[in-house]
């Protein structure tokens, strides 16, 4: 079986502000490349530290036909929707994740409500002619349940009159919604992008494919928690929202396959990683299933079925940035950051590329 590599991390380097470092402003991308890869791919060799300047569309150089590529194939909802109370106010509501039915009429949702300071439970709100809502809990976090009634689903109306989640350090107008969602997307239900699969084209995946790599999809529903900032100073503290995922069987078996025969699983994305990871036993083998994943990667975790990550440059402090230094090492990634602002590359959602082998 192929070795899973595993960095130790000294547990004296678990403090919030050791995941701290400074970005210039202008290095956050607004919109992201074109052609989608044409973004620069910045590869990270972790064992010698190594870096290289490359374009994405050069990542098949670095990929052996034994391997298997893993996407994330969730497509984003445009989970943006703005209703009326009866009073008259406009509110905006953002889609965070279903929360069933009750009584077969109401459809129930999880959701953030701007301004929430005047919305209490038994607020009545008016979407469109043919959906309605009215909140039924409000939550310490400040999530709060809505119960939407209506002659046609919240998502049907959502695609016709809701407006992408971009994140909040995205301030430009989305010029066409289908650049904040993967080639690839296929399965509903994300608020966030799995950013890092935004550079691929379809034509570099047949390109993959082409070449012996496998490529593999499973489904893991990206929600707000991808952007809720760590508050605790002991980072080992911290919980993670539960994001819904899927292994489908087919799924596994490839990803197993490739493993027996000495290829790497290469993740797209950290929802990649941590499906794969939650999925994964000790003894490495990716198990099918469905459900609610709260796994928190920092340094420390052993890694059961990821052998390298393509992913894209993540705020300080924050989760994400976390679990890829869960996989190089703090240190190793840091340094590759400040080679990568050095050589001006474009951070965040819409921004440049890492390959970590």
């Known amino acids: 079986?192929?070795?899973?590599?595993?960095?130790?991390y000294p547990a004296v380097l678990m403090k919030l502000s050791d995941f701290d470092y400074t970005l210039p402003p202008e290095l956050i991308a607004q919109h992201p490349a074109e052609p989608r890869d044409g973004a620069r791919l910045l590869v990270l060799h972790r064992t010698t530290g190594r870096l290289e300047h490359q374009v994405f569309r050069d990542l098949p150089e670095f990929l052996n036909p034994t391997d298997v590529l893993v996407l994330n194939d969730t497509r984003v909802i445009p989970a943006r929707l703005h209703g009326r109370k009866t009073t008259g106010g406009v509110v905006e509501v953002l889609l965070l994740r279903p929360a069933g039915f009750h009584d077969t009429a109401e459809e129930r949702w999880e959701v953030l409500i701007r301004p929430s300071r005047r919305v209490r439970p038994g607020t009545e709100l008016q979407f469109t002619s043919e959906l309605s809502g009215a909140v039924r809990e409000a939550r310490p976090d400040g999530v709060r349940l809505i119960a939407f009634t209506g002659?046609?689903?919240?998502?049907?109306?959502?695609?016709?009159?809701?407006?992408?989640p971009l994140p909040p350090y995205v301030r430009a107008v989305l010029r066409d919604p289908e650049d904040y969602q993967t080639v690839y997307g296929m399965?509903?239900?994300?608020?966030?992008?799995?950013?890092?699969?935004?550079?691929?084209?379809?034509?570099?995946?047949?390109?993959?494919?082409?070449?012996?790599?496998?490529?593999?999809?499973?489904?893991?529903?990206?929600?707000l928690g991808t952007f809720r900032p760590v508050t605790v100073h002991d980072v080992?503290?911290?919980?993670?929202d539960a994001e819904w995922y899927r292994v489908s069987g087919?799924?596994?078996?490839?990803?197993?396959?490739?493993?027996?025969?000495?290829?790497?699983?290469?993740?797209?994305?950290?929802?990649?990683?941590?499906?794969l990871e939650t999925m994964a036993g000790d003894d490495g083998v990716v198990r099918p299933g469905e459900g609610w994943s709260t796994l928190f990667i920092h340094p420390g975790h052993r890694f059961r079925a990821t052998d390298a990550l393509v992913t894209n440059f993540h705020?300080?402090?924050?989760?994400?940035?976390?679990?890829?230094?869960?996989?190089?090492?703090?240190?190793?990634?840091?340094?590759?950051y400040e080679e990568a602002i050095r050589a001006r590359y474009r951070f965040y959602s819409f921004g440049d590329a890492m390959l970590i082998l």
């Open 187 to 223: 399965e509903e239900g994300a608020v966030a992008a799995p950013t890092a699969g935004l550079h691929f084209t379809r034509a570099l995946l047949r390109q993959i494919e082409d070449a012996g790599v496998g490529v593999v999809r499973l489904t893991m529903h990206i929600g």
């Open 250 to 275: 087919e799924a596994a078996s490839a990803v197993n396959a490739r493993r027996r025969l000495g290829g790497r699983i290469i993740a797209v994305g950290t929802s990649a990683v941590r499906t």
């Open 1 to 8: 079986m192929h070795p899973v590599s595993h960095i130790p």
């Open 151 to 164: 002659t046609r689903g919240v998502l049907a109306v959502a695609r016709e009159i809701g407006a992408m």
């Open 315 to 336: 705020l300080p402090k924050t989760t994400l940035l976390m679990l890829v230094s869960a996989l190089a090492g703090r240190d190793v990634i840091l340094r590759a």
């Open 236 to 240: 080992t503290a911290h919980r993670m």
